[in-house]
């Protein structure tokens, strides 16, 4: 089954769709299972139920772990590289990993936590990050990560959400040149929680933190304690592995449900055949573990495919826009997965911080998030990978759990801002607005996908009907991606953006409503429409209009206290680029926010706005247009 030419990528693509169980039934073999799995796939989009795997029996930590001690032990898992040059980067076998493992999986088991809890993890990119999430999934406690970026009341919305009973975080994290007091904003969080019992502490920064008596435990004195001996606990392939939270078109955030089995062998398999991942190789992947790239491209397909993963803790720009490259350099990097928005900032800086440096050791370029644009990827393609190292543009989502359109590298022909391909067992399908698909080459539609796989998220936590709703009604019998896309000549896809009301910043998922009812919050606020624009670095920026109960003396006050509301509510990445204050909002007889017109404003492509004639009150529209930034 394995892929070394565009021909056999077509057989193989053929064979998957032909008779998808076999396909994935073969894949499961080379894993290590407590029972083979024989029942491969139960499913039905219209309740929506998919089961893949159900009678197999594993633990996804043993097939990271324990199956590669013996010819692997000594072999480097994970590199860790600190935010500061300065601090020494840290090299973990996986002899080590599996020991610290199994140790922090005891610390959680003394502290009470059963198979089925669930646990939030809030911690910087750290090795001990990693340690946490399999040290979870050892035992089979459910894992939230939620991004260290996220404020006190996000944190506390996610804990709630899922009613985690431990949290796992830090003093504090470092972040370029800022420190971050994590400790005290996930305090400020617990207030609004109940349900946590235990908090976890690891020392990172060495800042004074406040330790609640009772509740608050040091990570080194728990380990100390703890024994280097556990036993993996044995789960059903649709036991839950993990929860994690995403942005969708109402306020709440979705708690994206993922299961281990069919997880684990779909984050595996697309690992290894994207990036074509080589023994010995040194993979680096930029995202933070907060994301699912994070989860499947940095802890469990590389670690379950027994590669070197490199963590990154720090950014891009620090100490200089040079930092990716010196740390490609230092560790020899063959493989470098980023977002375009990376991209996009690092080629606005001189090319000298890419020509100092030795990118020799690079053979293969990813990209993930968002769409990436012609000159980011002739820049990547030609300073980094110096026209010799394929890229590979792989579309996916937190719902879709692992790469479904992608490249694969050195074998699929690439062609600039498209993903190209769908990987073996993924069949895409594209819409028109009448919900009938699209046969016809070159052609533009909605991106849907007609059959299960494995890593598809099973059910958002506690909201099945919000599960059904969102991505299985718009096309009865269908996953819908919320994406559009264009199938060209040749059958290669384009992913062109959401069709939805998210908006992706910086390659971060961001609805619309989260926001708007952030600047809701305030109380000289009535109402809040908020759209992207297309942003230079960022792929897309956030345009506010905002309504205001009174005549408001000073603009620029309230605005930045909508910018720190927001800050305070979501997260620093939230915060509006721009916001206007408006006198009211473009809105049809029925009450519904025409974005479409406040997305030409903010783009400022006002030649052609349409028919608005059907709105409440079309002069609105003007005064809008009059007051624009
Ligand atoms: O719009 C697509 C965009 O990111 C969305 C998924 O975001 P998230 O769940 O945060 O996961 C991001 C990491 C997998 C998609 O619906 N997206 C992701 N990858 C690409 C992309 N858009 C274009 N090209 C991509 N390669």
């Known amino acids: 089954m394995e892929i070394s030419s565009f021909d056999q990528y077509h057989q193989v693509y053929k064979n998957s769709v032909e008779d998808p169980e076999k396909f994935w039934g073969d894949l499961s073999k080379e894993f290590k299972w407590h029972k083979e799995p024989e029942n491969i796939l139960q499913w039905d989009f219209n309740k929506p139920e998919v089961r893949w795997f159900e009678d197999g029996q594993l633990n996804i930590t043993e097939n990271c772990l324990d199956r590669h001690l013996d010819d692997k032990g000594d072999q480097t898992a994970i590199i860790w590289e600190a935010n500061d040059p300065g601090e020494a980067p840290r090299h973990i076998t996986y002899r080590e990993l599996f020991d610290e493992v199994c140790r922090f999986a005891n610390v959680l088991k003394r502290n009470g936590?059963?198979?089925?809890?669930?646990?939030?993890?809030?911690?910087?990119?750290?090795?001990?990050?990693?340690?946490?999430?399999?040290?979870?999934?050892?035992?089979?406690?459910?894992?939230?990560?939620?991004?260290?970026?996220?404020?006190?009341?996000?944190?506390?919305?996610?804990?709630?959400?899922?009613?985690?009973?431990?949290?796992?975080?830090?003093?504090?994290?470092?972040?370029?040149?800022?420190t971050i007091d994590l400790k005290a904003i996930a305090d400020e969080g617990l207030k609004k929680c109940t349900s946590i019992q235990k908090v976890v502490v690891l020392k990172r920064t060495n800042g004074a933190v406040h330790m609640e008596p009772g509740r608050d435990l040091w990570w080194h004195d728990e380990m100390e304690k703890a024994d280097s001996q556990c036993d993996a606990e044995i789960m059903g392939a649709e036991d839950l592995l993990f929860i994690l939270y995403t942005s969708g078109s109402t306020g709440k955030p979705k708690g994206m449900v993922h299961t281990c089995g069919g997880y684990m062998v779909n984050?595996?398999?697309?690992?290894?055949?994207?990036?074509?991942?080589?023994?010995?190789?040194?993979?680096?992947?930029?995202?933070?573990?907060?994301?699912?790239?994070?989860?499947?491209?940095?802890?469990?397909?590389?670690?379950?495919?027994?590669?070197?993963?490199?963590?990154?803790?720090?950014?891009?720009?620090?100490?200089?826009?040079?930092?990716?490259?010196?740390?490609?350099?230092?560790?020899?990097?063959?493989?470098?997965?980023?977002?375009?928005?990376?991209?996009?900032?690092?080629?606005?800086?001189?090319?000298?911080?890419?020509?100092?440096?030795?990118?020799?050791?690079?053979?293969?370029?990813?990209?993930?998030?968002?769409?990436?644009?012609?000159?980011?990827?002739?820049?990547?393609?030609?300073?980094?990978?110096k026209g010799r190292c394929p890229i590979v543009d792989t579309w996916w989502q937190t719902e879709t759990g692992g790469i479904m359109i992608s490249p694969l590298a050195g074998i699929t022909p690439l062609k600039p801002t498209y993903a190209t391909l769908p990987m073996p067992g993924v069949q895409p399908v594209l819409m028109d607005e009448n919900g009938q698909p699209l046969e016809k080459a070159n052609q533009e539609g909605r991106l849907c996908i007609e059959f299960p796989w494995p890593s598809m998220a099973r059910t958002i936590y506690g909201n099945h009907q919000r599960f059904k709703e969102t991505y299985f009604s718009a096309y009865p019998g269908y996953y819908f991606t919320g994406d559009g896309c264009r199938r060209d000549n040749d059958g290669f896809y384009r992913i062109t953006g959401r069709v939805d009301d998210v908006i992706i910043v910086s390659g971060h998922n961001l609805g619309t409503a989260e926001i708007e009812s952030a600047i809701d919050e305030h109380q000289k606020v009535v109402e809040t429409a908020v759209v992207g624009f297309p942003h230079d670095i960022k792929g897309n920026a956030i345009y506010a209009y905002v309504i205001?109960?009174?005549?408001?003396?000073?603009?620029?006050?309230?605005?930045?206290?909508?910018?720190?509301?927001?800050?305070?509510?979501?997260?620093?990445?939230?915060?509006?680029?721009?916001?206007?204050?408006?006198?009211?909002?473009?809105?049809?007889?029925?009450?519904?926010?025409?974005?479409?017109?406040?997305?030409?404003?903010?783009?400022?492509?006002?030649?052609?706005?349409?028919?608005?004639?059907?709105?409440?009150?079309?002069?609105?529209?003007?005064?809008?247009?009059?007051?624009?930034?």
């Open 267 to 385: 984050v595996t398999y697309t690992f290894k055949t994207v990036f074509q991942y080589q023994p010995g190789e040194v993979y680096w992947c930029t995202a933070d573990i907060g994301w699912i790239t994070g989860h499947s491209y940095i802890v469990y397909g590389p670690l379950s495919a027994g590669a070197t993963t490199l963590m990154f803790e720090g950014v891009p720009s620090y100490p200089d826009m040079g930092r990716f490259w010196e740390v490609v350099a230092r560790h020899k990097v063959n493989i470098f997965y980023t977002a375009p928005t990376a991209i996009r900032a690092l080629e606005k800086a001189d090319l000298s911080f890419v020509n100092k440096h030795d990118l020799s050791s690079l053979r293969v370029l990813g990209t993930v998030g968002e769409p990436i644009n012609a000159e980011a990827w002739h820049w990547y393609d030609q300073n980094i990978g």
């Open 548 to 629: 205001t109960r009174d005549q408001i003396d000073d603009e620029d006050v309230l605005r930045s206290e909508i910018l720190a509301l927001v800050s305070e509510t979501i997260g620093p990445i939230a915060k509006p680029e721009k916001i206007q204050f408006v006198p009211g909002l473009p809105k049809t007889r029925s009450g519904k926010i025409m974005r479409r017109i406040l997305r030409k404003i903010a783009s400022k492509e006002t030649e052609n706005l349409g028919d608005i004639s059907t709105l409440l009150d079309p002069s609105v529209v003007e005064e809008i247009m009059a007051g624009a930034i």
């Open 113 to 178: 936590l059963e198979k089925g809890d669930r646990v939030c993890i809030y911690m910087p990119m750290v090795p001990e990050l990693a340690i946490a999430v399999l040290a979870c999934a050892r035992i089979g406690a459910v894992h939230s990560v939620v991004f260290a970026g996220f404020s006190s009341t996000a944190l506390a919305d996610r804990i709630n959400d899922s009613q985690c009973k431990m949290l796992l975080t830090s003093d504090g994290s470092f972040r370029g040149k800022k």
